[in-house]
């Protein structure tokens, strides 16, 4: 069985954290042969980071993770690619494999393929008007701080549509190098599909419909059904739990909140959730 969570946020809410624990019990009585991967936002600091791994310690089977926008937040001490590839290292002492710094992860019935993926500002509201560099700088006009916390606490060192697309080659090569009736199960942090997201409409708040400029990009999923041997898409990053099917392929976001923590169990054709809550 490959076991699914994501958007952990240790250290971030009481409640969170109970429920993280929780279901890190349970996942201590899973079998050797399971895996389990957690699909980015474990936390956003790295004694937090490391507290959260060590919960899943007494998990039996294989244990990996893909990086989210959250592996790259610093305070300005370290730069963010730095602590982002320092916690692919890092996480590896506590038994975690860094599946999106890997090519792939071969499973007994499938590949698994990790991406962070990132945003293009492809989901942006066109209806709000609001002009390119105020996506840009994630501030919403006449606002006089960022909405989006990654314009605080990540520094790429390129615009976001250049890290998008570098992280898009990435996940091209990776596909490249499997044959194509090779069976893949592909975990990303961000949205790939446009439709797991709810449509904005009219009356959700603008800095909502503002937000949704920042959940992912479309081309991941573009790319990922490109694969004939594409099985199943799982991803994070927004809080909502939903599943949808894009030729026959099911995608689907796990939907952790701040509160409540979602556990997929995928068995190779259907999909369980389970909701640890306190
Ligand atoms: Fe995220």
């Known amino acids: 069985m490959l076991f699914i969570t994501s958007d952990l946020h240790y250290g971030a809410d009481r409640l969170g954290d109970a429920a993280v624990r929780k279901m890190a019990r349970e996942m201590a009585k899973t079998g050797p042969d399971d895996i389990f991967v957690v699909a980015g936002d474990i936390a ?11 919960l899943f310690r007494a998990v039996p089977g294989k244990k990996l993770f893909v990086r989210g926008n959250h592996e790259l937040w610093t305070d300005g001490r370290e730069k963010s690619l730095t602590r982002f590839h320092r916690l692919a290292d890092e996480a ?12 792939s992860f071969q499973a007994d019935e499938y590949t698994l393929v990790g991406a962070m993926g990132w945003y293009d500002y ?9 002009g390119l560099d105020s996506y840009e700088r994630k501030t919403f006009p006449g606002h006089p701080y960022p909405l ?11 615009k976001d549509a250049a890290w998008t697309n ?15 009736r090779t069976r893949v199960v ?3 942090h961000h949205v790939p599909v446009d439709g797991l997201l709810p449509p904005p409409t009219p009356d959700m708040p603008e800095d909502v419909r503002f937000a949704r400029a920042f959940l992912g990009s ?12 594409t099985k199943a898409v799982f991803c994070g990053h927004a809080h909502l739990e939903n599943s949808i099917h894009i030729n026959d392929i099911p ?4 939907g952790s909140d701040d509160e409540r923590k979602m556990l997929l169990e995928y068995d190779g054709s259907d999909i369980r959730r389970r909701v640890f809550q306190t």
């Open 251 to 254: 995608f689907t976001c796990v």
């Open 44 to 54: 956003c600091d790295d004694l937090r980071f490391k507290l959260c791994l060590e």
């Open 148 to 158: 989006w916390n990654d314009a605080l606490m990540v520094d790429l060192g390129e």
């Open 218 to 229: 479309p081309e991941f999923g573009r790319i990922l059904c490109g694969h004939p041997g």
């Open 92 to 103: 590896e002492r506590y038994g975690f494999l860094c599946l999106d710094a890997t090519n």
């Open 122 to 130: 492809a989901y942006r509201d066109h209806s709000l008007g609001i």
């Open 166 to 180: 570098r992280e898009l080659r990435r996940l091209e090569d990776k596909l490249k190098l499997l044959e194509s």
């Open 186 to 188: 592909a975990i990303l």
